[in-house]
């Protein structure tokens, strides 16, 4: 297990390294540069200010620069935002995105489960029905509509109420996290009720619940230990690349609700060629997602002996 | 017979279908006898495992009903719904494919020890201990530490030692086995046979062994019912059946079947194959195969006649007191 986890960490320190070169390289390739923004700069303030940032060192120097200052920890200062340092831009809003995203995944799987095994004993009855077709409706439709209506569905709720029953938008409480958490973990949580809804419906049909049966278990209890931890594997499988996709969806959700995520530097830094934002987010998103792949493998071999074994 | 500890009657089970309504099994009545060891044969398809899975509740419903019937167990009604209780304590099963009859993800020693809980109420620590002393009852060395292994780390022979372990955890008193031995192989189906024979000694349990194998029927039965088409077409002690085969069914297996005694005899297939179930013929089921068809077994079903006094029995009009005794097959003086 010790062997297995040091090599996977090992392959994931290469793939950070792997996404900030490539990141690093593609973004000064990109046409113009970080101090086009100011405007009418003269051409002597514009050498300076080159001069200040290193920008007027070969390309190869500025990435040796790039290296060894990330290995220290350290991204460097905003381009476009006075004198505010990347790695504290990334620690006052990274909490807030990770807090919105690990709420959605857990409301996503926790809801992606209960409605795919309940689709599943229901199969092609009311219960069944209904639900796939939310599932359609969740997977097909965008997560800003979800936002926007998600977000009105609060107003007419507090009104109807006559009392603040959720906040509409903003930070700072668990209440203000419910709504955008949820909208947040919506498509995924189609995607994995699906997911469940046909794995549950093949553990059903296994010689090893007839096995169950045969032992006169009661219904409940061959579902709860026998069927419902078979059923789960290959819903765990998808949540490593889920949770990268609900970390980096986030921004459209963040900035629906006015919440302040890393999300919206990271868009914003990426229009304004801020490259030390650019830079900074996303080798940290990528090490993050990196992080959070290698714990779901971790997990997975917990449920199933039979990965712990074989690694 | 008063020492019957189970007695079927007349029960039939149909399944739903795309293509109509399948009659797997027609009114099918046996008795099992304490202690003793019923085998029920059968090419596939003929309704012997569903025979054996409705008595175990096993019949997914739908598609599957049981129309008609009663399975008797200590007077209690196996084929009603309250008989789940009685089910992995009284009576425990094995099945054909032991390398997928276990839940893959769940230790073996807690899958021994769950069946102890439910039914005997055992804590959890007394049914780990249980389930170790009956892995070791069933020949699986250092049962301590394969308690605690997960089937992908057992071989297929091992699968089945602790399928029996599981099945025999509660000391019940009817053990099921459908085809035990089909996907293992030669070697290991021997000690799979031996170690039910031995266990069957020690706990004078009853055992109903579904298989195709007459071979193993040879070597394990006291009893055997010949199932055809979702019927039991013949019913008699082993030596009965195998050397006084009284059905043309029985006797055209016997005649499919290599033997020591003469070993340069021609075996002869029956011809053709069985009949379609989605409509079963309305007289005898195997008189489009039979070669000693008579008019009256096209329109009405033969029922089961003793053949002699024991307890042998053949589902066919030959035995007919009004059939032709010329070149009668199955008539003896």
């Not at chain 2, 039914?119 to 250092?142: F, G, M, N, W």
């Not at chain 2, 005649?255 to 003469?262: C, D, K």
């Not at chain 2, 069985?274 to 008019?295: E, I, N, Q, T, V």
Request: contains cysteine.
């Amino acid at each position: 297990m010790f062997r297995y986890i040091a090599k996977r960490l090992l392959a994931g320190v290469i793939t950070i390294w792997f996404i900030a070169t490539a990141t690093f390289f593609a973004m000064h390739a990109v046409p113009g540069d970080p101090l086009m923004n100011d405007r009418a700069v003269s051409d002597e303030v514009r050498r300076n200010l080159e001069a200040r940032y290193g920008l007027d060192k070969p390309l190869g120097e500025q990435y040796i620069i790039f290296i060894s200052n990330m290995l220290r920890g350290d991204f460097g200062i905003s381009f476009t935002q006075q004198n505010r340092r990347v790695n504290d831009i990334i620690r006052e809003h990274f909490p807030v995105s990770a807090i919105l995203g690990i709420l959605a995944i857990i409301i996503a799987a926790l809801g992606g489960i209960l409605w795919g095994a309940l689709t599943a004993l229901y199969r092609n009855r009311l219960p069944d029905i209904l639900i796939m077709l939310l599932v359609i409706l969740g997977i097909s439709v965008p997560g800003f509509v979800f936002a926007a209506t998600g977000q009105l569905a609060l107003v007419h709720v507090n009104a109807i109420f006559g009392v603040k029953v959720l906040p509409v938008a903003g930070w700072g409480t668990f209440s203000h996290m419910l709504m955008p958490a949820l909208v947040l973990g919506l498509g995924t949580m189609a995607l994995l009720t699906r997911l469940m809804r046909t794995s549950m419906i093949d553990v059903m049909g296994e010689d090893y619940i007839r096995t169950a049966h045969a032992k006169g278990l009661s219904k409940q209890r061959i579902f709860l230990r026998h069927q419902l931890r078979n059923a789960i594997l290959p819903v765990v499988t998808v949540l490593g690349p889920q949770i990268s996709a609900i970390t980096t969806g986030g921004f459209v959700v963040e900035y629906v609700f006015a919440i302040p995520g890393l999300g919206r530097y990271f868009v914003q830094a990426v229009q304004q060629l801020d490259y030390t934002v650019i830079m900074g987010t996303t080798v940290f998103y990528g090490a993050f997602l990196v992080l959070m792949v290698i714990l779901v493998d971790i997990l997975y071999g917990f449920i199933d002996p039979r990965v712990r074994v074989s690694a | 017979m008063t020492d019957s500890i189970l007695s079927v009657r007349d029960l039939a089970v149909e399944f739903d279908t795309f293509g109509g309504v399948v009659k797997a099994v027609r009114n099918v009545s046996f008795d099992l006898t304490a202690g003793q060891t019923l085998a029920i044969v059968g090419e596939s398809g003929c309704g012997k495992s569903v025979t054996v899975q409705s008595l175990m509740g096993l019949i997914p419903m739908p598609p599957g009903r049981i129309t008609h019937g009663r399975a008797l167990f200590k007077d209690q009604d196996l084929l009603s719904i309250g008989a789940r209780g009685i089910r992995g304590h009284h009576m425990g099963m094995i099945f054909q494919d032991p390398m997928t009859s276990l839940n893959p993800t769940m230790r073996i020693g807690d899958q021994i020890a769950e069946t102890l809980v439910v039914h005997k109420q055992y804590s959890r620590k007394h049914a780990q201990d249980e389930a170790v002393s009956l892995l070791a009852r069933t020949h699986i060395p250092e049962p301590g530490r394969r308690a605690n292994q997960y089937p992908f780390e057992f071989s297929g022979g091992m699968l089945q030692r602790a399928m029996i372990a599981q099945a025999l955890a509660c000391e019940p008193a009817i053990l099921i086995a459908d085809e035990p031995t089909t996907a293992l192989d030669v070697t290991i189906q021997a000690q799979i046979l031996e170690l039910m024979q031995t266990l069957q000694q020690d706990n004078g349990m009853s055992i109903i062994l579904i298989t195709h194998d007459l071979a193993v029927v040879a070597r394990m039965a006291d009893q055997v019912a010949v199932m055809y088409a979702g019927e039991i077409v013949e019913t008699g002690s082993v030596e009965d059946i195998f050397y006084q085969p009284a059905h043309p069914y029985n006797q055209g297996l016997q005649q499919a079947m290599t033997s020591n005694q003469q070993p340069d005899r021609v075996l002869s297939p029956i011809p053709g194959s069985p009949p379609d179930l989605f409509s079963p013929p309305k007289g005898c089921g195997y008189c489009k195969r039979c070669p000693h068809a008579m008019s009256v077994c096209a329109e009405h079903p033969p029922y089961l006649t003793a053949v002699d006094a024991s307890s042998h029995q053949s589902r066919c009009w030959l035995h007919h007191e009004l059939a032709p005794v010329h070149n009668n097959p199955v008539r003896r003086p």
